[in-house]
């Protein structure tokens, strides 16, 4: 497995001194954030896509670290019942598949996306209960009237342009939240469908990240290394569904932590363990949302955990096999 990082987390320095930065860090592969909510201070799609000068200064310096590209993300809410907004995301989906072809990038980062409970709806309307009845109408909807057509013809648009992964990042809010959700819409849609393995959404939700990569053994695209603590008081009194602000750190069951700061060294080597036994052998990209830690800081003790995490020698074999 390869070292990397989701660079948006250093989107305050230009390209050429993250990948500097990084490359001192002993990084070897980037994911690049191309629209949607990371943004695009990397990797501006439209730009790129109409001035090939600059996409060939973006690849030289790719090159000149040696770096994998491991995904570009455009992390947004291609259903969202506001057709402007939608659009929009849409766009930024359609974009970095075009830039993905010609940077020879094979996996595109994003959300399942979440529509409205009807076609009348203005906002969007996750759905975390089988009851009353009206709730089960609503997935009904959604699933079979939105999201299963859009991502449909996402995924012919995808195949035009050589995407042959499209990675869906499981996140409380939108339709693919879990790997029951995940699954559903992979076997709707295709193989194509697949997973972009963040365990720190998971946690929080109250899964064991071994059990989900073991029940998405055949596809786990991409990995995403982030930690989540749990309060365990806070979480007693009110459970783990909250709207507080993620800056009210003391207040909340869960917060967003650097690899290592949410569970142990050895939790984490579990999981590294787990993706090794499914034969994931590609890139654990760092993200980091940790709100105690500036972000040079929690990168740094990412990479050390994760180093110590990942490091292997071949697989071998029992004496006496």
């Given at each position: 497995?390869?070292?990397?990082?989701?660079?948006?987390l250093?989107a305050?320095?230009?390209?050429?001194?993250?990948?500097?930065?990084?490359a001192?860090?002993?990084?070897?592969?980037?994911?690049?954030?191309?629209?949607?909510?990371?943004?695009?201070?990397?990797?501006?799609?439209?730009?790129l896509?109409?001035?090939?000068?600059?996409?060939?200064?973006?690849?030289a310096?790719?090159?000149?670290?040696?770096f994998?590209?491991?995904?570009?993300?455009?992390?947004?809410?291609?259903?969202?019942?506001?057709?402007?907004?939608?659009?929009?995301?849409?766009?930024?989906?359609?974009?970095?598949?075009?830039?993905?072809?010609?940077?020879g990038?094979?996996?595109?980062?994003?959300?399942s996306?979440?529509?409205?409970?009807?076609?009348?709806?203005?906002?969007?309307n996750?759905?975390?209960?089988?009851?009353?009845?009206?709730?089960?109408?609503?997935?009904?909807?959604?699933?079979?009237?939105?999201?299963?057509?859009?991502?449909?013809?996402?995924?012919?648009?995808a195949?035009?342009?050589?995407?042959?992964?499209?990675?869906?990042?499981?996140?409380?809010?939108?339709?693919?939240?879990?790997?029951?959700?995940?699954?559903?819409?992979?076997?709707?849609?295709?193989?194509?469908?697949?997973?972009n393995?963040?365990p720190?959404?998971?946690?929080?939700?109250?899964?064991?990240?071994?059990?989900?990569?073991?029940e998405?053994?055949?596809?786990?695209?991409?990995?995403?290394?982030?930690?989540?603590?749990?309060?365990?008081?806070?979480?007693?009194?009110?459970?783990?569904?909250?709207?507080?602000?993620?800056g009210?750190?003391?207040?909340?069951?869960?917060?967003?932590?650097?690899?290592?700061y949410?569970n142990?060294?050895?939790?984490?080597?579990?999981?590294?363990?787990?993706?090794?036994?499914?034969?994931?052998?590609?890139?654990?990209?760092?993200e980091?949302?940790?709100?105690?830690?500036?972000?040079?800081?929690?990168?740094?003790?990412?990479?050390?955990?994760?180093?110590?995490?990942?490091t292997?020698?071949?697989?071998?074999?029992?004496?006496?096999?």
């Amino acid at each position: 497995m390869k070292l990397g990082v989701f660079t948006v987390l250093l989107a305050n320095m230009n390209y050429a001194d993250a990948f500097k930065y990084l490359a001192s860090k002993g990084v070897q592969a980037i994911e690049l954030g191309c629209g949607g909510y990371p943004g695009n201070a990397h990797c501006n799609s439209k730009e790129l896509l109409e001035d090939p000068a600059k996409l060939e200064a973006l690849m030289a310096e790719i090159k000149k670290y040696d770096f994998t590209v491991s995904a570009l993300s455009c992390h947004g809410n291609p259903v969202h019942p506001d057709k402007a907004i939608a659009d929009a995301f849409n766009e930024d989906f359609e974009n970095a598949c075009r830039l993905a072809q010609k940077m020879g990038v094979k996996r595109i980062i994003t959300f399942s996306g979440c529509p409205g409970g009807s076609p009348a709806d203005k906002m969007p309307n996750w759905v975390t209960c089988p009851w009353p009845d009206d709730f089960l109408k609503i997935l009904d909807y959604q699933w079979d009237e939105v999201l299963i057509p859009y991502w449909k013809k996402a995924v012919a648009f995808a195949k035009e342009y050589g995407v042959e992964m499209i990675c869906f990042e499981m996140h409380p809010g939108f339709c693919v939240y879990n790997p029951e959700t995940l699954l559903r819409l992979r076997a709707a849609v295709g193989p194509e469908i697949g997973a972009n393995f963040d365990p720190s959404h998971l946690v929080w939700q109250g899964m064991d990240p071994v059990a989900a990569i073991m029940e998405l053994k055949d596809c786990i695209f991409h990995f995403h290394a982030k930690d989540t603590k749990i309060d365990k008081y806070n979480t007693a009194k009110n459970g783990v569904l909250s709207t507080r602000h993620y800056g009210q750190v003391a207040e909340r069951p869960w917060v967003f932590r650097s690899v290592g700061y949410g569970n142990s060294t050895a939790y984490w080597k579990d999981i590294v363990s787990a993706l090794r036994t499914i034969d994931y052998d590609f890139v654990m990209s760092i993200e980091h949302e940790d709100s105690l830690m500036s972000a040079s800081e929690g990168l740094s003790k990412a990479i050390d955990v994760l180093k110590e995490s990942m490091t292997f020698e071949d697989k071998g074999e029992m004496w006496w096999a």
